[in-house]
């Protein structure tokens, strides 16, 4: 089982940025590269939505809402690989608990959230006008 640990969330003004990282441990060697990680998000009232993904063949993938004001990547120099997510010109609407999830292989786009098998418990972000 892998467990997964974000952070970085916080409060910024529109127009700033945040960080957010996801320490991932737990699985064996041959999954560490490959293993796909993924960041979500839920608003609230509102239903969880693919934001960004590093896929089993390391390429990115991206919620047309964020293109060009996200990042992600993922770190495997470490033991434990580490997912991150640059979010640039935040806005309101970017206000949501973000979650990592991971699963051994996903790729060709954002993977549903019902196929992720690792979640970790979230960290918010609040984007003030």
């Known amino acids: 089982q892998v467990q997964l640990v974000e952070s970085g969330g916080g409060s910024v003004q529109s127009g700033g940025s945040l960080r957010l990282s996801c320490a991932a441990s737990?699985?064996?060697?041959?999954?560490?590269?490959?293993?796909?990680m993924a960041w979500f998000r839920q608003a609230s009232g509102k239903e969880r939505e693919g934001v960004a993904v590093v896929d089993s063949y390391g390429r990115t993938w991206y919620a047309d809402s964020v293109k060009g004001r996200f990042t992600v990547s993922k770190d495997t120099a470490k033991t434990e690989n580490t997912l991150y997510l640059q979010m640039n010109n935040l806005k309101p609407e970017d206000t949501a608990m973000y979650y990592c999830?991971?699963?051994?292989?996903?790729?060709?786009?954002?993977?549903?959230?019902?196929?992720?098998?690792?979640w970790g418990k979230g960290t918010l972000v609040t984007i003030s006008s």
């Open positions: 737990g699985y064996t060697s041959y999954t560490s590269t490959d293993y796909c």
């Open positions: 999830a991971g699963v051994l292989y996903c790729t060709g786009g954002l993977p549903a959230d019902s196929s992720m098998d690792s």
